[in-house]
Nanobody, 125 residues
């Protein structure tokens, strides 16, 4: 079982930055079986993939809409995954979920087995 807790959301002006954190409450040996990703859900829309990272951190994947602006990283010693978001746009407004899945690096929302409760990001113009 993997429990995920997100933090770091908030209100920011367009062009600004935020860093989201995802802390996993499980053993490192368990967490090492999973890739970790960020998925977002805008109001009235379906959840969409944003970024994912392998356990080792050697592989990452990004949605085209965030490439060059967002960076996913992880600190395995702390069982924490981060999403650095720069040059934010109003269309980035959404609830951001952290999720873990054995096949999570494939970028498919359905590949994730465990989900956090989400953190809200609002970008104002």
């Amino acid at each position: 079982q993997v429990q995920l807790v997100e933090s770091g959301g908030g209100l920011v002006l367009a062009g600004g930055s935020l860093r989201l954190s995802c802390a996993a409450s499980t053993s490192r040996s368990t967490f090492s079986n999973y890739a970790t990703g960020w998925i977002r859900q805008a109001p009235g829309k379906e959840r969409v993939f944003v970024a994912a990272i392998s356990w080792s951190g050697s592989s990452t994947r990004y949605a085209d809409s965030v490439k060059g602006r967002f960076t996913i990283s992880r600190d395995n010693a702390a069982n924490t995954v981060y999403l650095q978001m720069n040059s934010l746009k109003p269309e980035d407004t959404a609830v951001y979920y952290c999720a873990a899945g054995r096949r999570g690096l494939n970028g498919l929302v359905g590949s994730y087995d465990y989900w956090g409760q989400g953190t809200r990001v609002t970008v104002s113009s």
